[in-house]
Every structure is written in C-alpha cells, then in structure tokens.
C-alpha cells in the first residue's frame, strides 16, 4: 500500500521539543519533495516547511524559523520536522504530503500526490 505515515504528535509544554517522522510506505521518497502543513482548530491548513528531493530547504511560517528544522534520511525512507522552543500557537494537527521533486508551497490536496492521516501536536501547560 502506497501511504505516508505521520507519528511523533502529543502533548508537550510550552518550550517543549517535539520530533515529527514522515515514514513513507511503498514507495521511495527519493524523487519526491515532502511538505509539513499544518491545521489549527477553525484555521486553513497553511504550509510550515518542505524538504526538496535535492535536500533544499524552505520555511514558509515566519514564527517558526530558528525554532523547527526539516531533514530527510532516505536511507530510512523518513523525513522529519524537529520543532523546538514549541509554544501554544504551534498547536495543530500537523501533516506531511509528498509531490514529485520541488517544494511549490501550494496547499491543494490534489497538488500532492500522497498523505499522512496527520498527528496531533498539543502545545499547553
């Protein structure tokens, strides 16, 4: 089954560290771009960072430069998101697309071609 499985969600506090792992299953991430979103409760999903399949990097949330860090090991065919310094507003279900090659910063589902079901991350004392 072709799928991207997100994990590494949870609760933590405010200056917590959180490290978000993009499995992919069925295919090799190699040829592929993978793109951490975000989707806070009543909020459009935004774009936080993507990862090129050239290793470029690009963060496209202000607040969260410094703080979050996106790496890939194909090796292990995962691509992860480090967050640090987390604080309240970072809460969000946090998800992981895949599309051929670049980063577009675009949001539609249908711009990627796979997935994660999403993990939730919780940022409160």
């Known amino acids: 089954q072709l799928q991207l499985v997100e994990s590494g969600g949870g609760l933590v506090q405010p200056g917590g560290s959180l490290r978000l792992s993009c499995a992919a299953s069925?295919?090799?991430?190699?040829?592929?771009?993978i793109t951490w979103f975000r989707q806070a409760p009543g909020k459009e999903r935004e774009g936080v960072s993507c990862i090129s399949s050239g290793d470029d990097t690009i963060y496209w949330v202000d607040s969260v430069k410094g703080r979050f860090t996106i790496s890939r090991d194909n090796a292990k065919n995962t691509v992860y998101l480090q967050m640090n310094s987390l604080k309240p507003e970072d809460t969000a279900v946090y998800y992981c697309?895949?599309?051929?090659?670049?980063?577009?910063?675009?949001?539609?589902?249908?711009?990627?071609?796979?997935w994660g079901q999403g993990t939730q991350v919780t940022v409160s004392s």
């Open positions: 697309a895949a599309a051929r090659y670049y980063c577009s910063g675009r949001v539609g589902r249908y711009e990627y071609d796979y």
């Open positions: 069925g295919f090799t991430l190699d040829y592929y771009a």
